[in-house]
């Protein structure tokens, strides 16, 4: 298995365009994070599914940011309108989250500057 | 609410010094700590967990319930310690994984 796969890994935009992030969780796996990391902020959540569905958004700064995971083998997140202080690196894991393995894997995240 | 707190952005040792990175948390119910580390240009990674009592490349860490702590220990740094480590802890349902903002170590030869 390649492990929790995200693309882009890099990304550069204008202020005020639309920001699509993607995210291939480990097949198998039934729990997906999306994080955000910061100099000042460290890894901050920002939502996370289980078998597919939302169940805490409350880490979603605005109404700008929104996370659709449509199949266990697929989650995005997207930024509309992207400001400049969107600009960090963008992580998602998954896990398998059951009593005997509570282990994330991490991705190797996408770098977002908004210019 | 869940919340970590790691107070110290940077821990500059020398090789061979004892290592403490703290990790403090708050969360109602009975908690699941852990370690992640993230070294240079590579994915961020389990370093180990309070469930499993283990040491890992030599670190070890003990939840203390009464300080609420979970406090990263080595006795003897090594350059290749040098790392971003992050405190995490989850809730008793095991699914939100929460994050401290992360203490960079630095060892110095």
């Known amino acids: 298995d390649a492990g929790v796969i995200q693309s882009p890994r890099h990304e550069v935009t204008e202020m005020g365009q639309e920001v699509t992030l993607r995210c291939k969780p480990i097949?198998?796996?039934?729990?997906l994070f999306w994080y955000r990391q910061t100099m000042m902020r460290g890894l901050e959540l920002l939502i996370y599914f289980n078998n597919n569905v939302p169940i805490d958004d409350s880490g979603m700064p605005e109404d700008r940011f929104s996370a659709k995971m449509p199949n266990a083998s697929f989650s995005t997140l997207k930024i509309q309108p992207s400001e400049p202080r969107d600009s960090a690196v963008y992580f998602c894991?998954?896990?398998?989250?059951?009593?005997?393995?509570?282990?994330?894997?991490f991705g190797q995240g996408t770098r977002l500057t908004v210019v | 609410a869940q919340r970590v707190t790691q107070p110290e952005k940077l821990l500059s040792v020398f090789k061979g010094a004892p290592v403490e990175l703290k990790c403090n948390y708050s969360y109602s119910g009975s908690p699941e700590l852990f370690w992640y580390v993230q070294y240079s240009r590579q994915r961020l990674q389990l370093l180990l967990r309070h469930i499993s009592r283990e040491s890992i490349k030599g670190f070890t860490a003990d939840l203390n319930k009464g300080e609420t702590s979970f406090h990263l220990k080595k006795p003897f740094a090594q350059e290749e310690d040098s790392a971003m480590y992050y405190c995490a802890l989850s809730n008793t349902g095991f699914q939100k994984l929460v994050f401290g903002t992360g203490t960079r170590l630095l060892v110095s030869p």
């Open positions: 097949s198998g796996h039934n729990s």
């Open positions: 894991a998954s896990s398998p989250w059951d009593r005997q393995n509570t282990e994330a894997f």
